[in-house]
C-alpha cells in the first residue's frame, strides 16, 4: 500500500542537509524536506509546518485543518484496513514512512 501522512515540521538535522525531524502520531522521523523548501528561504522556516510525507520525503506543505482532516480519515481507516493501522503506529520495521 502506498500512502502519505501528516506529519509536522519540529526540528532541523544536525549534520543532513535538506532533512529534517517531523512528528508523526507522536514519533519523530527524518524527513528529506527538499521538495517543500522555498528557494531563498532559510530551512527553519519550516519549523512548525505540516508535511504530507510518503517514502522518506515530504512532498507537499499542509494546512493544520488538512493535516488534521487526514490523520482522522487514517485513523477511521485503521479499523478496516489492519495495514493502516501497523502504518499509524509506525510498525513493519523502519521502512514504514519511507
Known amino acids: 500500500m502506498c500512502i ?3 506529519g509536522q515540521i519540529v526540528a ?3 549534520s543532513r542537509r535538506d532533512h529534517a525531524w517531523a512528528e508523526v502520531c507522536g ?3 527524518e524527513v528529506n524536506v527538499a521538495l517543500v523548501a522555498t528557494e531563498g528561504q532559510p530551512l527553519s522556516a519550516l519549523l512548525g509546518s505540516w508535511v ?3 517514502v522518506g520525503f515530504a512532498m507537499s506543505l499542509l494546512d493544520e485543518q488538512q493535516a ?3 490523520l482522522a480519515a487514517l485513523y477511521a481507516m485503521q479499523e478496516v ?3 493502516v493501522g ?3 503506529r509506525g510498525e513493519g520495521g ?4 519511507r
Open 4 to 6: 502519505g501522512i501528516p
Open 12 to 14: 532541523l538535522h544536525d
Open 27 to 29: 514519533l519523530r522521523r
Open 52 to 54: 504530507l510525507i510518503h
Open 68 to 70: 488534521q482532516d487526514t
Open 81 to 83: 484496513e489492519p495495514d
Open 86 to 88: 501497523l502504518f499509524m
Open 94 to 97: 523502519d521502512d514504514a514512512l
